[in-house]
Nanobody, 126 residues
Framework: QVQLVESGGGSVQAGGSLRLSCAAS????????MAWFRRAPEKEREGVAA???????HYADSVKGRFTISRDNAKNTLYLQINSLKPEDTGMYFC????????????????????WGQGTQVTVSS
């Protein structure tokens, strides 16, 4: 059973930064694509960033220039550096991974990922 465990969320003021981590229970080398999704209150889950095994990254338009996704396969960990936080960034952030789905051009739909973490809450106050 694959486990993904997120951490690093918290409550911050607008303009602040957070670094989210997602620790995997197995080698992240086995995942072609890993991604971060978020679910804002009363909204559907949306993809914010994805990273391919070759390091190629994709971002939602709303986070470009502020979020940076990275992966450290030696540590079996996925990261999301979030800068210049806005109140609209508030939500539960989930990491996702899959052994089959690839992401050469964009963030795949959440339905394509087979492994999910429990989420870490990010709350941004104005």
């Amino acid at each position: 059973q694959v486990q993904l465990v997120e951490s690093g969320g918290g409550s911050v003021q607008a303009g602040g930064s957070l670094r989210l981590s997602c620790a995997a229970s197995r080698s992240t080398d086995s995942y072609y694509c890993m991604a971060w999704f978020r679910r804002a209150p009363e909204k559907e889950r949306e993809g914010v960033a994805a990273i391919a095994s070759d390091g190629g990254a994709h971002y939602a338009d709303s986070v470009k220039g502020r979020f940076t996704i990275s992966r450290d396969n030696a540590k079996n960990t996925l990261y999301l550096q979030i800068n210049s936080l806005k109140p609209e960034d508030t939500g539960m952030y989930f990491c996702a991974a899959d052994e089959i789905v690839e992401c050469p051009f964009s963030i795949p739909p959440d339905s394509e990922f087979g492994h999910w973490g429990q989420g870490t809450q990010v709350t941004v106050s104005s």
